[in-house]
């Protein structure tokens, strides 16, 4: 069936606005070509042919499925109306733009991919899993996939196109070998054939190799197995110069793909196991030929059962072409074909060798040039930037003595500016120029391309492919793919080893460490002093782990109110006054002039209470009293293996009284904090009681599944580091944690070598605030606010998320928020000890009844489900409006009506157990209704969605097929039949059939014709039709009728009135009454026992 769509028209799954009836409809199919289809419609007093309008969109069947064709060109005569159609695919020249599209490194699926994604509505498939680069800029999605530029799917990942609707599909091949045999080489005219035969065939190689090598003997040559078949010898020498004894070869021979052997005998068994290479594969000893049959111009006549496989052959099939007297086998393709959409057979083929449009030297050359050159004959400069102009003496004196006879320069030239061919080229034995204009003057040709036996001679040269002679190096200037070996590419006088070492020194981590981070200053109540402490800290800066205290240049700001000085030689900076409470020092380090790090001292003055009453004046009291902290080690080092050195640190507290140097042990309290990050701080460890000093480890140690620590043979425990990467220890004044006497951190440095690729990442980027593409370790590090992705993974495949189809899997999944991860509840119970590792389960009841509990079970075994009590168990909205109540064997589903309604609705479903009154099937709700079993409607059955049977396939797994719906409730029959000698026929209806449709009145009778004549329908009565037409014709029948009893009815009111059932609602009403006064009887019996 033919249809046609009007252009604002999408719904293509479901019929179309217009049946047509045209007298021819072809759809012409090329390999990797053009697909047209041709139409003429007869101007019908039905009046069909109006629907064929600009831009609407036939559909008809063709050689692969049902097709949706827009038409382009229509032309309208006296007595019919002709059209043309593309592949709706073809849209895609309109609506899907490339702006900027770049599939890099992608196999042909994934690349149509990214090419279709500008507009869903199309999709691409390949199976051409070839790895290519090619950019789209400013094209429409059909250019790119077929155009003529050198960077279109075709030409850069090659395959062969099918047009399937929205879908292309471009695989390595399209088609298949159906063992289609054809004979040709008769050499009898036919109407419909024609036949054209390359007879140029090789069956005799005389092979040679580099430096003239032959096989030895009187017969240096290898015949073809078919030889025999033809009825002379085609004799042809092929030098194979890639194959070389050991003795002649170069250095770099073998990397550049040469054959090198040893001895004589191996050279002569190559050359004969290529020969036969030419023979097996590339068929050189077979003629190529191109048939082409139009299989509708031979059906009747003799040759059409050669012939006739061919009507079922599709565009890229392979088929066997015999010669009928030589006996030789050629296979040739499927390249064009014409397909009958109204017979639905193939018309016409056309078979023979199929090339790709691929490229050569010269063609590819000539492209290059077509692009850069506008219509009025100059450069783009977009394109090129530079004229390819300049040639040397030499040329210039070549074209002076060039002759239009022989002699050692020769010119062709076209004088006429007005022919496409005007020009002028000079060869001879200096080189070759090539013009195509003259000069300003006129009086000599503008040369701008020059070639001479030492190279291209230009000020550009546009090209493809740049490479060395052995193609290590090489830079192709189409896809932008470049390379140079290492050791030849230097950067800054470096090769890139060199250079990459250097930058890897820049992502180094630097550290300071002072040596006192915070100090306090004892004075009277009122903050002051008699004599200023010593009040110090001292400077250290690592970048990894190198020590670069020295070669930094240093800044120090203060807060106000402190007051002090840098000695830079010692790195020691010192605080002589404070006239504030508090106050802070910042010391800032410059290294390289690339990194920077700053470390604040803190100062504070720690008041004493207020004195008390003036007493009896005696020696003077005690000095001052100066508490500090000192840690075994100021900074700890985390090597590749994660390993930490010192793995522990001692902490000790100490006093000095006035300006003395002794110090004294004090026992205070201990904080240790870690940080995970530098900026946010967990507490590790507090002490509980006065302590002088404490040794915290950095190791965690492991632990059995009883508690106990695990240790090795000697009894020492095993642990693993903790990934810390800073520590803060603060000291306070004995007796609690309230006042702070001092407090120092210790830095977790890391060498690059054991940097993780988040730590290298940061440094790279300074946070992420730097964006691009870096390379370091061999690793690449991208980072950027906007990034087009299709999918990312893990290593092993497991976790990914498929951006594209919007899925993400994991095992796996972790609150941002709480740290914790997100999953079911595996171990819910009550009372205690009915949850275990089999599974658990949940328990609600009232206070005292525990045989009115709801239970929601969970096990292992994923069976969990909810048991209530064994008498009934409802199911109920807070309004009560809709109920669910489930009996011992069975269930009812009700729903109340609104207020004011008398109406309600109600279900049950039966038990399904063996033996039960309900064993009939039993009926399934879930997303959908599943009734296993027999379903009886005794009444009106209508859907809102289509209606359709599951029926099972052996290749394509369970399909739906769909019901054929009708504006009349209809039966139908279908058979067969055949005209008499007379062109008559006689169909009976079926008795059964008869009784179920009216056939008292008007029915509808659908014929098919097989083969050449005409029939139709001549009579119809209420038991038979009789159809007329050409004699001994045979032909298929369809009939359709309207269902007795039911003739009236077409296209009815889908608005149905809710049924009366006001004493169902009833029923259920007294029902809850009832639960809701037992509920409170029992409360209340409850309460009276309990007083």
């Not at 279109?152 to 196109?161: A, K, L, P, V």
Request: net charge negative; proline share 3%; glycine share 8%.
């Amino acid at each position: 069936m033919i249809q046609i769509y009007e252009p604002e028209n999408i719904k293509f799954s479901q019929n179309g606005d217009m049946v047509l009836f045209p007298t021819k409809c072809t759809v012409q199919a090329t390999l990797n070509g053009q697909w047209i289809l041709e139409m003429e419609h007869p101007l019908d007093t039905d009046g069909r042919w109006e629907s064929i309008v600009d831009y609407a969109v036939i559909k008809a069947p063709s050689f692969n499925g049902e097709q949706l064709f827009r038409i382009s060109n229509k032309i309208k005569t006296d007595t019919h109306i002709s059209v043309t159609a593309e592949p709706i695919f073809m849209d895609a020249r309109n609506d899907c733009f490339l702006k900027d599209v770049r599939p890099t490194g992608k196999n042909g699926q994934d690349a149509l991919d990214i090419m279709c994604a500008q507009n869903p509505k199309y999709s691409g498939k390949s199976d051409i899993t070839k790895a290519c680069t090619s950019y789209y800029e400013t094209q429409n999605l059909i250019e790119a996939i077929n155009g003529d530029d050198a960077n279109s799917f075709i030409n850069r990942w090659g395959g062969e196109i099918l047009f399937d609707n929205y879908t292309v599909i471009i695989n390595n091949r399209v088609g298949g070998d159906y063992g289609v045999n054809i004979l040709y080489g008769k050499n009898i005219i036919k109407d419909g054939i024609s036949e054209e035969v390359d007879m140029d065939v090789i069956t005799r190689i005389v092979p040679k190799s580099f430096n003239g090598y032959m096989l030895p003997g009187e017969a240096p040559w290898v015949d073809s197995p078919i030889i025999s078949n033809y009825p002379v010898v085609h004799t042809k020498v092929i030098k194979y110069e890639d194959i070389k004894l050991r003795a002649d070869a170069n250095e770099n021979d073998e990397e550049n793909g040469v054959t090198i052997v040893d001895t004589m005998e191996e050279l002569q068994a190559e050359l004969v196991r290529r020969c036969n290479e030419e023979f097996s594969i590339k068929g050189v000893d077979k003629p190529k030929v191109n048939i082409s049959v139009k299989i509708l111009l031979l059906q009747n006549t003799e040759a059409y059962k050669e012939y006739e496989e061919l009507e079922h052959v599709s565009l890229g099939d392979t088929v066997h072409l015999e010669h009928s007297r030589l006996g030789i086998v050629t296979d040739a393709r499927v390249i064009e074909l014409e397909y009958d959409c109204i017979r639905e057979i193939t018309s016409s083929v056309d078979i023979g060798e199929f090339t790709y449009n691929y490229f050569n030297d010269i063609s590819s050359t000539l492209d290059r040039v077509d692009k850069i050159i506008r219509p009025d004959g100059s450069l783009m400069a977009e394109k090129v930037q530079g004229i390819l102009d300049g040639i040397y003496t030499q040329l210039r004196l070549q074209s002076t003595v060039a002759k239009k006879v022989n002699g050692r320069a020769f010119e062709i030239s076209d004088l006429d500016p007005e022919s496409e061919l005007y020009g002028c080229m000079i060869f001879g034995s200096q080189g070759l120029q090539i013009a195509t204009e003259r000069t300003a003057d006129g009086r000599d040709w503008n040369w701008r391309t020059a070639i001479t036996a030492k190279g291209i001679v230009a000020d550009a040269i546009i090209a493809g492919l740049l490479s060395d002679k052995t193609g290590r190096n090489f830079w192709n200037l189409d896809t932008g793919e470049f390379r140079l070996s290492s050791e030849a590419f230097l950067v800054d006088d470096d090769n890139i080893e060199e250079y990459v070492n250097k930058k890897l020194e820049t992502v180094r981590n630097i550290t300071m460490i002072l040596g006192n981070e915070y100090q306090g200053i004892p004075t009277d109540y009122q903050g002051n002093y008699a004599t200023f402490p010593i009040v110090q800290t001292t400077v250290q800066v690592l970048y990894g782990q190198i020590d670069v205290t020295a070669s930094c240049q240093y800044t120090i700001q203060r807060s106000a109110g402190v007051t002090g000085s840098w000695d830079n030689p010692t790195k020691i900076y010192t605080v002589t006054a404070l006239t504030a409470d508090t106050g802070w020092v910042d010391i800032t380090a410059a290294y390289l002039g690339l990194f920077t790090v700053t470390k604040r001292f803190n100062i504070a003055k720690q008041k004493n209470g207020e004195p008390g009453a003036q007493g009896i004046p005696g020696e003077n009291g005690a000095p001052g009293r100066t508490y500090f902290m000192e840690a075994s080690t100021l900074v700890v080092k985390r090597s590749q293996d994660n390993s930490m050195a010192p793995n522990y640190i001692t902490l000790s507290a100490y006093y000095r009284d006035g300006t003395g140097t002794a110090r004294t042990e004090y026992a205070g309290r201990f904080k240790i904090e870690e940080s995970l990050d530098g900026a946010t701080w967990t507490t590790v460890y507090t002490s509980s009681a006065n302590e002088p000093s404490i040794t915290h480890s950095l190791y965690s140690a492991l632990a059995t599944s009883a508690g106990g620590i695990i240790a090795t043979a000697s009894g020492k425990a095993i642990g693993i580091p903790r990934d810390v990467v800073a520590l803060r220890c603060t000291l306070y004044a004995a007796g609690g944690t309230t006042q702070m006497l001092d407090m120092q951190s210790i830095a977790v440095v890391v060498d690059v070598d054991a940097l993780t690729h988040e730590d290298i990442f940061s440094l790279l980027t300074k946070n992420g605030a730097l964006q691009g593409i870096y390379m370091s370790g061999g690793q690449l590090y991208i980072n950027g606010t906007y990034m087009r992705i299709g999918k990312i993974a893990s290593k092993n495949g497991r976790v990914y998320f498929d951006l594209d189809n919007n899925v993400l899997a994991c095992s796996k999944m972790v609150s941002a928020d709480t740290g914790q991860s997100i999953q079911t509840v595996a171990d819910v119970g009550y009372p205690a000890g009915i949850s275990s590792s089999s599974g658990s389960r949940l328990r609600v009841y009232p206070q005292g009844y525990e045989s009115s509990a709801v239970q929601i079970h969970a096990d292992t075994s994923n069976k969990g489900y909810i048991e209530g009590p064994s008498e009934r168990m409802d199911i109920k909205c807070a309004d009560t409006k809709t109920v669910i109540n489930i009996y011992p064997t069975y269930m009812k589903l009700s729903a109340y009506p609104e207020p004011g309604s008398s109406s309600a609705k109600y279900a049950q479903i039966g038990l399904y157990s063996t033996g039960s009154s309900y064993d009939t099937g039993h009926v399934e709700i879930k997303p959908r209704l599943d009734v296993k079993g027999p379903l009886k409607v005794s009444g009106t059955f209508t859907a809102s969605g289509t209606k359709s049977r599951i029926v099972k396939t052996e290749n394509y797994s369970r399909r739906l097929q769909y019901c054929y719906e009708m504006a009349t409730p209809m039966f139908g029959d279908l058979g067969e039949g055949v005209t008499d000698e007379n062109g008559e026929c006689c169909v009976s209806l079926d008795d059964v059939f008869a009784e179920t449709v009216a056939t008292g009145i008007e029915y509808q009778v659908f014929l098919q014709k097989e083969g050449p004549g005409d029939i139709w329908v001549g009579e119809k009565c209420p038991s038979y039709f009789i159809v007329r037409g050409t004699e001994n014709l045979k032909f298929a029948w369809e009939i359709k009728a309207k269902q007795k009893d039911f003739e009236c009815m077409r296209l009815e009111n889908a608005d149905f009135e809710e049924e009366n059932v006001e004493a169902i609602l009833g029923v259920y009403e007294k029902e809850y009454v009832a639960e809701v006064a037992q509920i409170i009887e029992e409360q209340e019996g409850l309460f009276y026992e309990t007083t």
